[in-house]
T-cell receptor, first 115, second 113 residues
Framework: GAVVSQHPSWVICKSGTSVKIECRSL??????MFWYRQFPKQSLMLMAT?????????EQGVEKDKFLINHASLTLSTLTVTSAHPEDSSFYIC???????????FGEGSWLTVV | QKEVEQNSGPLSVPEGAIASLNCTYS??????FFWYRQYSGKSPELIMF????GDKEDGRFTAQLNKASQYVSLLIRDSQPSDSATYLC?????????????FGSGTRLSIRP
């Protein structure tokens, strides 16, 4: 089946630095990608929706200048957390869908810890 | 009011029994409904999706949808210890995978041997 890969699976960064998380679709063209954030024991919160070649659509309350999303190709979307703070520490998950079918595939998730 | 509401649990069910998970949603325009299972520290995995009112069965799992009551449920028959996980109810305004999915906070299910 289709695979969506995230990298890195976990990362620790210093407060104030930026960190990039990649989401790749390995065997299909992902026309739409979604980025979620999940704090411990809480639900997945949709951060933004990105369509290839277009600017991402951010959910209310999500700072687009802090969470930069780039979906430059049909197989890659990146989320950059800029000037990270400890409260940004969370589990970040991407999902992707393609042109055909009606299935969404989730990546394995990326743990971010800001110290 | 949350868009998708679930009882957080934990719900404890003996092995072999039926586990019943419930979910309500606020947007009457929701068209697609999903149940995901999530193990601790892992991404969610899709168990079932349903679009029409009524029941949909897949193996030990049955999803039930009542759009008039804005209610979705998941029944797990012959519960196994491996079913112990958090179950996330999710809804989407569209029928295609290009539509965003909104998740509930999840119900923790524990199957006791």
């Amino acid at each position: 089946g289709a695979v969506v890969s995230q990298h890195p699976s976990w990362v620790i960064c210093k407060s104030g630095t930026s960190v990039k998380i990649e989401c790749r679709s390995l065997d299909f063209q992902a026309t739409t990608m979604f980025w979620y954030r999940q704090f411990p024991k809480q639900s997945l919160m949709l951060m933004a929706t990105s369509n290839e070649g277009s600017k991402a659509t951010y959910e209310q309350g999500v700072e687009k200048d802090k969470f930069l999303i780039n979906h430059a190709s049909l197989t890659l979307s990146t989320l950059t957390v800029t000037s990270a703070h400890p409260e940004d520490s969370s589990f970040y998950i991407c999902s992707a869908s393609g042109r055909s079918g009606n299935t969404i595939y989730f990546g394995e998730g990326s743990w971010l810890t800001v110290v | 009011q949350k868009e998708v509401e679930q009882n957080s649990g934990p719900l404890s069910v003996p092995e072999g029994a039926i586990a019943s998970l419930n979910c309500t949603y606020s947007d009457r325009g929701s068209q697609s409904f999903f149940w995901y299972r999530q193990y601790s520290g892992k991404s969610p995995e899709l168990i079932m999706f349903i679009y029409s009112n009524g029941d949909k069965e897949d193996g030990r799992f049955t999803a039930q949808l009542n759009k008039a009551s804005q209610y979705v449920s998941l029944l797990i028959r012959d519960s196994q210890p491996s079913d112990s996980a958090t179950y996330l109810c999710a809804v989407s305004p569209g029928y295609s995978s290009a539509s965003k999915i909104i998740f509930g906070s999840g119900t923790r299910l524990s199957i006791r041997p």
